[in-house]
Structures are given as C-alpha cells and as structure tokens.
C-alpha cells in the first residue's frame, strides 16, 4: 500500500495526534484548478494506509506511524489554529481532511531530515521528494518499498518501542465525499487534475484490473530526474513475496487529445525509468496513455513501435458517464 506523508508545523501536529486528523492548507480564492489538484492527491487515500508527518521548521522530523481510518473526506469545521496567507492575507482552511489511528509501531525517537537525505543520496528513497514539480509538499506519497526503508531506520532507533498511541479526542465519522468537490463543464472532467482524482479514487477502490492487471500498488505525482512528475506508477508484486516488485506501468493522462508532445513526454519516462530503474529489463516496464482522444499520427506511431520494436504502448479512451471513469482500449 502506498505510505502518505503530511507536513505540519509543531503545533498543528500535536493536534494532528489529539484528534486523529490530518488535512492539508486551503484557501477559498484557490482556483477551481488548483482546488481539483488538492483532492486529486487526496483521492488515492484508502483504509489502511500508513500516514507519516514531517514536522517543519525548526525541528524537520519525520514522525509516525499511523493509518488511515476510512476515507477523505471534506469538512471546514475549525480544528487547528487559523493560519494568514503571507501573500493574500487570507485564513488557511483545513477542510480536506482524513481521520487517522496509531498503528503498531509508536516511535518516540524520529527520522531527521538529514535522514532522509542520506537514504536519498544511495537510492534508497527515490519517490519522496520535498521538492515537487507540481508545486504542493503539504501532502505526497511513497511506495512501500521505501516505507519498509524507512521503518528499518526507525526501528533502529527504537528497539524496545512497543507500547500503543491514543488518540485522546477522536475526530467523528464523516462520509467520504471529496470528488463531490470535483469541478466538471458538461459533465465531463475540467482540469486535467479533475480526471488524476477521479483515476486516483478509483485505484484505490481497486478498479480496472480487467485493464491494468493486479497491480499491488499505485501512487501519483512520481518525481524524476527531468524536474517533472509521472502521473502515476502501477507496482506489481511477486504474488508469493510482496515485497519482491516484479513490474510497473508508468501512466501518462490528458484531459483532451493524447498529441505527439505528450507522446514523447511518456517515452522519454519510459527510458529514465528503464536506466535508472530497473537496470535495463523492459520486461518489467510498460506504458500506458490515456485521454480523450488520440491523432492519427499517435496512433500510427505506437502501432509501429509495436510491430517493429516490439514495444507496446497501451492506448486508453476515457469517458465519465453517470458519474463514474470508465476506460476503453483503443485497438492497434
């Protein structure tokens, strides 16, 4: 399952714990683009999950462990201390929020952010990113691969850790109702982010393995090497060790047609993640485009690749009818 990490101040963190909630900034003059880009990270959030909180300035400590209970869900009612935007002088809401518990593991020693620096630098940790291309690290996931690195380390530091957290105020049930908060124009998906929220919480109900397979494991906005995010990255896992990743499916999304740019953008993925990655093994990466429509030229080309190469490109039509994504194959 993917692992999820909150930053928050000292003091909204201590809160955080009271309560069992978590919840990232929002401002009300956001726009609509921007609104759809939040709930689009929070989407994905499922039951279960771990969550992590790195604690900012001036102590920058990664603290946990938790894990979700239920799902996100939206709710304005005043919980941390209001917070004033330093550029529009407006108060920070936290209505996006998600209710959390302790999980087994209570660590009292943390994870500094010079930890996490020294796991980055030997390719231990290669998804968390504190710097997104996106532009958001209130709220960002990791694989749990990376989670498991992460936990040796904690352990590490405390090796006789077991007693259990309590969460003292516990935060009432509210039903999970983030993609209501979606923006749509003629029942269809407005911003590319809108269509990213809708495949996240569809991911993390399980759906469309009749399209991508059993994948063990999703996660969004994946940092690389090029300053950009991949839209999303499917694991796949040994069935007999989960801990073994046999193969990916890297995704590329747009709201509109899948041109000839988007194209090489989802190649140019491809071949950082096969040379940094997996060594060179395309047996363990594919790929996948989906949009509203695909040129003539795209089409062609991928077909191609196919024949000649031998490198597939799965093409992916997406329509939302009624409320649901539904994705259909287009047939090279």
Wanted: proline residues 5%; hydrophobic residues 35%.
């Amino acid at each position: 399952m993917a692992v999820h990490i909150f930053a928050v101040t000292e003091e909204n963190y201590k809160i955080c714990v009271e309560r069992g909630l978590v919840a990232v900034p929002f401002l009300d003059s956001y726009s609509g683009q921007i609104k759809d880009a939040l709930i689009s990270r929070f989407a994905g959030i499922k039951e279960d999950d771990y969550v992590l909180m790195y604690v900012t300035k001036p102590v920058m400590q990664i603290r946990g462990v938790w894990q979700i209970e239920g799902a996100p869900f939206y709710d304005p009612t005043p919980v941390w201390p209001p917070r004033i935007d330093d550029k529009t002088k407006e108060t920070h809401l936290y209505p996006l929020r998600c209710r959390i518990r302790w999980s087994k593991y209570n660590f009292t020693k943390y994870l500094s952010r010079n930890d996490i620096f020294d796991l980055q630098s030997t390719g231990k940790l290669w998804t968390w990113a504190f710097d997104r291309a996106s532009g958001s690290n209130s709220l960002f996931s990791i694989s749990n691969t990376e989670f498991q690195v992460l936990l040796s380390e904690f352990i590490k530091l405390n090796p006789f850790s077991t007693s259990k957290g309590i969460i003292f105020q516990p935060y009432p049930y509210h039903k999970p109702d983030v993609c209501n908060y979606l923006h749509f124009r003629k029942e269809n998906p407005w911003y590319e982010y809108t269509l990213m929220a809708l495949l996240n919480s569809s991911f993390s109900r399980g759906e469309f393995t009749d399209i991508f397979g059993n994948y063990s494991d999703y996660l969004c906005y994946v940092p690389n090497n090029f300053g950009k995010e991949m839209d999303f990255l499917l694991f796949y896992s040994n069935p007999n060790n989960h801990d073994e990743i046999l193969s990916y499916d890297i995704l590329e999304l747009k709201l509109n047609e899948f041109n000839e740019e988007a194209l090489k953008q989802l190649i140019g993925y491809e071949s950082w993640f096969l040379q940094k990655k997996v060594a060179g093994d395309q047996k363990m990466v594919r790929t996948t485009a989906i949009a509203k429509s695909f040129p003539p030229n795209v089409v062609d080309y991928v077909s191609k690749r196919n024949k000649i190469e031998g490198k597939p490109i799965k093409l992916l039509e997406y329509s939302y009818v009624n409320g649901k994504l539904i994705l259909n194959s287009i047939n090279i």
